[in-house]
């Protein structure tokens, strides 16, 4: 059971764009919403991450908005550049479960010049 | 320079063979973690650590052994019984309640 779903699975978007990645989850105990990025060959590093008592939350170009109610959450990356061009997970994780991460499926981001 | 360091990079396992991937951290982390990663379906739990000699099973932990004798070392052992092993495996550590880290992976292939 797929308990975080994440779409796209890809996205194209012109330089100076924005690139919007969504993601669902059912588990109403998930108390922590990271969202990591992944260079080819390398680790996934954590990019931004939101707790279910704010709706939004903004570093820098990257901003996470949480609908509580509709268990979505949602990555917004402004002006993208060719640098951004990764892919992009999020995840999910409750305390009372030990603070294991569950991941989405992730979006490959390509960001064209 | 404080991080975490998986070896080796590149890993071939012949038919039959037990391999072990090496994950070390010098965070001072009590947790760490074992995940693997397979193109589209993003990363799985195999087996995690929150403490010394302590350790549980994740989600596909079936094929997989780990062991957790000192804070710094989390190894994992990929058996003969592991029939699909060739992935990405990635190594996290963490503090309680606080973000995971990642090392840069080791990627298994079958000869």
């Known amino acids: 059971q797929q308990q975080v779903k994440q779409s796209p699975q890809s996205l194209i978007v012109q330089k100076g764009g924005i690139s919007i990645i969504n993601c669902a989850y059912e588990n109403t105990a998930f108390d922590y919403f990271p969202w990591y990025q992944q260079f080819p060959g390398k680790g996934p590093a954590l990019l931004i991450a939101?707790?279910?008592?704010?709706s939004e939350k903004k570093e820098g170009r990257f901003t996470i908005s949480f609908n509580k109610s509709a268990k979505q959450f949602s990555l917004h990356i402004m002006d993208s550049q060719p640098g951004d061009s990764a892919t992009y997970f999020c995840a999910a994780s409750s305390k009372a479960a030990g603070n294991k991460l569950t991941f989405g499926g992730g979006t490959r981001v390509l960001v064209k010049p | 320079d404080g991080g975490i360091t998986q070896s080796p990079k590149y890993l071939f396992r012949k038919e039959g063979q037990n391999v072990t991937l090496s994950c070390e951290q010098n965070l001072n982390h009590d947790a760490m973690y074992w995940y693997r990663q397979d193109p589209g379906q993003g990363l799985r739990l195999i087996y995690y650590s929150q403490i010394v000699n302590d350790f549980q099973k994740g989600d596909i932990a079936e094929g997989y052994s780990v062991s957790r004798e000192k804070k710094e070392s989390f190894p994992l052992t990929v058996t003969s019984a592991q029939k699909n092993p060739t992935a990405f495996y990635l190594c996290?550590?963490?503090?309680?309640?606080?973000?995971?880290?990642f090392g840069d992976g080791t990627r298994l292939s079958i000869l």
């Open positions: 939101i707790r279910p008592d704010v």
């Open positions: 996290a550590s963490s503090e309680n309640n606080q973000p995971q880290h």
